[in-house]
């Protein structure tokens, strides 16, 4: 069930606030808004180089796919497919239950799936589902999802030399007769024309994901924190390079991440046993990174909190989150301990095993109680009483998690935040910091954060739970 939506700040759509954002080409803006030519046909990120079109050559539209609805083709400049996605403070006031459904969409929840199922899923009628997104977002399930998955194979035919019928279906699409008919109809040309006209040096054999962000980013902050509860075997961390290993869906390979700062994007390497999966892939790590957060919106809210101090020496603070809510909630409850899961041949030194899974825990060393716990909580989601999935009710699973015992408050505050990105999660026994805190609402968590980060990164994580104080 969807919870209710939280209290975050929401502002009016203003046409004229848009012109000024495309006019200064501000990054703060992208992905929060799409600006179609009506000369051209063609829709542009905020941020595009193109040469600037008069104000009523203009239309603006809250999504990419209410663009390619309304009849606008991507542009190959600026490349609408690489744009961050709307942040929880976007311009456009977008419902919480349009919010999480967008975002299960994203991670190709209908590529396998009815939206019977998906609204079955989020606690609603399939109806209420398709008034929400047609109202918030322009358009219905099916159209967002097929404009997901044209715009993956777009950024696939552009950027890898993978052959056409492995991007159709890493795409989301169950046949390649299909995808080439949808991609001809929406774009006007088959995708080996689109190949065609790029460049072949700027196509790799490995899988290059580029995934943009809003400046600015707090890697170096990023890196330590996720650091702080590493998993040996699973992670490592190479300068400011992050690694590890990946299970989605019976799919096992190895990512590479790395800050782009002068492009404002992270530049991901993708072992190709992973391209089945690209799609979840993509959403898991926009959520582990915190790559949709509007961090300008985030510091000024918190430097008006009187944390500017704190914000001037970090800005761009990010809250880590989870590739797998499941597998974050089973790392933070077994302390990061490495060498339980599935051994896997990387030729990366240190990337040995693969995340452990609850059936691999009792009798491997791991404290009775402990391992108990874990059983009890993989029984908990394999029956539904707790699910991890982004838009989970932040309440409800938190007291899934204090029920099964072995858990304290301070343990369970730190898996919901991680497990289920919650901007606002706060645990502490300080009545005065919690008075406090309430100046920071709805984003005490990267507050936290703010708060710890000049005592290193090992106490990084204990505080966001409210460990320290």
């Not at 919870?3 to 992208?30: G, I, K, N, T």
């Not at 796919?65 to 991507?74: H, K, S, Y």
């Amino acid at each position: 069930m969807v919870s209710a939506a939280p209290p975050f700040p929401a502002s009016p759509v203003h046409r004229e606030a848009y012109q000024l954002a495309v006019d200064a080409r501000d990054p703060r803006f992208d992905g929060v808004f799409f600006v179609a030519i009506t000369t051209t046909h063609v829709y542009c990120r905020p941020i595009c180089p193109s040469r600037l079109a008069y104000d009523r050559h203009r239309r603006f539209f809250d999504s990419a796919a209410a663009a390619e609805r309304a009849g606008f083709r991507p542009c190959l400049r600026c490349r609408p497919e690489l744009a961050p996605g709307a942040g929880r403070t976007a311009l456009s006031e977008v419902s919480r239950l349009a919010q999480v459904a967008t975002q299960r969409i994203a991670a190709g929840a209908l590529n396998d799936r009815t939206v019977t199922e998906l609204a079955a899923d989020l606690g609603v009628s399939e109806r209420h589902l398709r008034r929400a997104l047609e109202r918030e977002i322009g358009v219905s399930p099916l159209e967002l999802a097929q404009t997901h998955r044209l715009l993956l194979a777009k950024r696939l035919l552009v950027d890898s030399d993978l052959p056409v019928t492995r991007v159709a279906y890493a795409s989301g699409f169950r046949s390649l007769r299909r995808f080439n008919a949808s991609f001809r109809e929406q774009y006007g040309m088959p995708p080996s024309a689109l190949r065609r006209g790029v460049p072949s040096a700027r196509r790799t054999a490995a899988v290059q994901l580029t995934l943009a962000y809003r400046p600015p980013l707090a890697w170096s902050a990023l890196l330590d924190s996720l650091r702080a509860v590493a998993t040996p075997g699973v992670e490592v961390f190479e300068g400011l390079r992050y690694g590890r290993t990946v299970r989605i869906d019976g799919h096992t390979g190895v990512i590479f991440a790395e800050d782009v700062p002068a492009s404002h994007h992270i530049a991901v390497a993708v072992t190709p046993s992973l391209v089945p999966v690209l799609m979840p892939l993509i959403a898991g790590l926009r959520r582990l990174f915190d790559l949709d957060a509007e961090p300008a919106v985030v510091d000024a809210h918190l430097a008006e909190g009187g944390l500017a101090a704190e914000v001037a020496k970090t800005p761009g603070v990010r809250l880590p989150g989870a590739l797998d809510g499941l597998e974050v909630a089973l790392q933070l409850l077994l302390s990061g301990r490495g060498g339980l899961g599935d051994p896997i041949e990387t030729g990366v030194p240190g990337l040995t095993h693969l995340p452990p899974m609850a059936s691999q825990v009792t009798g491997t060393g791991v404290p009775q109680g402990r391992a108990e716990t874990v059983a009890k909580l993989a029984r908990a989601v394999e029956s539904g009483g707790l699910r991890f999935e982004p838009g989970s009710d932040v309440g409800e699973t938190q007291r899934g998690l204090l029920a099964l015992g072995g858990i304290g408050e301070r343990l369970a505050t730190l898996i919901v935040t991680r497990a289920l990105c919650w901007p606002d999660a706060f645990y502490t026994k300080d009545w005065a910091l919690l008075a406090r805190a309430e100046a920071w609402r709805p984003w005490r968590a990267y507050a936290a954060l703010h708060l710890v980060a000049p005592r290193g990164p090992a106490t990084l994580e204990r505080t966001r739970a409210g460990q320290v104080r």
